[in-house]
């Protein structure tokens, strides 16, 4: 995956079709396995481990596509995660 900064400094990542996407953007961006993994900072197959074990935000099917989680989702579980083990923001 493409990444890059806008005039304003905001990250941009850019989807396997289309246009590039702000990564903070709309509650509605929807990330595979392997855009979680980059995010994270683990691997795609460590990822599908922790879905497995219900370690992870839960994902939504999307007929067509598979699996992808919800960028929102995701960051709120890592801001709760910081939150239980006293990490500085």
Not at 7 to 25: I, M, V
Not at 39 to 55: C, D, F, H, K, P
Not at 59 to 70: A, S
């Amino acid at each position: 995956m493409k990444t890059g900064y806008d005039r304003a400094g905001s990250l941009l990542t850019a989807p396997a079709k289309g246009g590039a996407k702000q990564a903070g953007g709309s509650s509605s961006a929807l990330l595979r396995a392997a855009e979680v993994a980059e995010l994270i900072g683990s691997t795609e197959a460590q990822v599908r481990n922790m879905r497995a074990r219900g370690q992870l935000p839960p994902p939504i099917k999307v007929p067509g596509l598979g699996v992808r989680w919800r960028r929102t989702d995701l960051e709120k579980w890592l801001a709760q995660l910081g939150e239980r083990h006293g990490a500085v923001g």
